[in-house]
């Protein structure tokens, strides 16, 4: 069935039924469906390929993944950052007397 028509009934995954259900084809662009409507609910949305979104739970798990693996891989040393730095020449400093003041 690779011509699409009006009217023409598919499946795709609902997002107000939360599940793949029968769907009428409302518009079409560059030969595939756009808009669809849901047969059960009557609900229009636009046309899902029949792929349920993710979750957001799913995508919580996967930012919350991102920010672990960035802290825990170190970053690249440069040249400039590795080279120690040379120590600066103080005046001695003079040592406190610790005695009990009188």
Do not use: Q, W
């Not at 046309?47 to 979104?53: D, H, K, L």
């Not at 993944?65 to 590795?82: G, R």
């Amino acid at each position: 069935m690779s011509e699409f028509r009006l009217g023409d009934v598919i499946d795709d995954h609902c997002i107000k039924c939360r599940r793949i259900t029968n769907h009428s084809i409302v518009s079409i662009v560059t030969a595939k469906p756009a808009k669809v409507r849901c047969r059960t609910c009557y609900h229009d949305h636009d046309y899902r390929n029949e792929e349920a979104p993710p979750s957001k739970k799913d995508l919580k798990k996967a930012e919350l993944f991102k920010e672990v693996l960035a802290a825990a891989v170190p970053t690249p040393v440069t040249e400039a950052e590795a080279a120690p730095e040379p120590e600066s020449v103080d005046k001695p400093k003079k040592a406190k007397a610790r005695g009990k003041k009188a």
